[in-house]
């Protein structure tokens, strides 16, 4: 299977008064064309700051920012700011950010936002072929074309999604990053986006990064799942396995936190609280809380494949 995105010992580090924050680091994974990946975790972990180094989309306080980025097999690291704005950012990957929907301009009808990045990159001669392109994307995550003229306060919730959604969307990107794509939206509203994904998955062939802290709403639309804690991936693995079997403790903990539909289970929670990221311990960072910590895990795991099911775990007991 043709990899598309291949990210190696990737870092984002902050500066802030008390020292650099290690937002993300060290991180790998590969992803196939084709198949969406869900970046799960709780809060603050990093997931949002992954997504952000692996597109380029820095905050004025960036401390470190390293690794290497292969997608389509080019290390887009190595492109100059332009270069990387003219040919990559948008074209081959875009990203629906965090609270999409009250990002659209309030003044600017939402057909000609989502027309704006063909006219940008140039791929649409004049303002009326973008709209019909406009047009076309809007049909694709199930937005009435009449829309197009409508302003953004005069839409729900639901519909400001997806209308962001189609913006991503309309340049015909191979990856497209959903950070938190139902969030704030009522759970009818939330399965129907979802719905909306895995249709355009199936049609159109986009390869997702879905980013979330909603592990129901990861197993709609991942058929990989990696698991952050501190900065790090410690676990990623094919989502069936995952789900029925996740194999680090932090993993475990995750799923056991999870309440299920077909079988009574007594809910758990992490004990604790993530370690610091501006101080983070040595050793494994999970070290703190978890049940099953020995003296080993005073040293850093490597993040190594166990089994045959393409797993990856940061852990001393697996293996």
Not at 291 to 303: D, G
Request: one cysteine or more; aromatic letters at 6%; a positive charge.
């Amino acid at each position: 299977m043709e990899q598309l995105l291949r990210v190696e010992d990737l870092c984002l580090y902050f500066q802030t008064t008390m020292g650099p924050v290690q937002a993300v680091d060290g991180v790998s994974f590969e992803l196939p064309r084709g198949v969406s990946l869900a970046v799960i975790g709780e809060s603050g972990c990093g997931k949002t700051s992954l997504a952000r180094a692996v597109l380029r989309l820095l905050p004025r306080n960036v401390h470190t920012h390293s690794g290497r980025v292969y997608l389509h097999g080019t290390d887009v690291m190595q492109l100059d700011n332009e270069r990387f704005r003219r040919e990559v950012r948008w074209l081959r990957a875009a990203m629906v950010p965090q609270a999409s929907m009250n990002a659209l301009n309030p003044v600017i009808r939402v057909g000609d936002q989502v027309a704006e990045p063909l006219l940008l990159h140039r791929r649409a001669h004049d303002k009326r072929e973008a709209l019909e392109r406009a047009r076309d994307a809007f049909c694709l995550v199930g937005v009435p074309v009449d829309f197009l003229h409508r302003y953004a306060f005069e839409l729900s919730g639901g519909m400001r999604q997806r209308v962001a959604i189609a913006m991503a969307l309309v340049t015909r990107p191979d990856l497209v990053v959903l950070d938190e794509p139902t969030s704030a939206l009522d759970v009818l509203t939330q399965a129907n986006l979802m719905n909306v994904l895995k249709g355009i998955k199936r049609d159109a062939g986009i390869t997702f990064i879905l980013i979330t802290h909603d592990i129901a709403t990861s197993s709609e639309l991942a058929d990989r799942v990696a698991v952050m804690y501190a900065g790090q991936l410690v676990e990623v693995a094919d989502a069936r396995d995952f789900y029925l079997n996740p194999s680090h403790p932090y993993s475990r903990k995750l799923m056991a936190s999870v309440p299920t539909l077909r079988q009574e289970k007594r809910l758990e929670f992490i004990p604790g609280r993530p370690p610091s990221l501006l101080d983070p311990p040595t050793g494994c960072r999970f070290k703190d809380r978890c049940p099953s910590r020995f003296e080993r895990c005073e040293e850093m795991p490597p993040l190594r494949e166990i089994g045959k099911e393409r797993r990856l775990v940061r852990c001393w007991l697996n293996g």
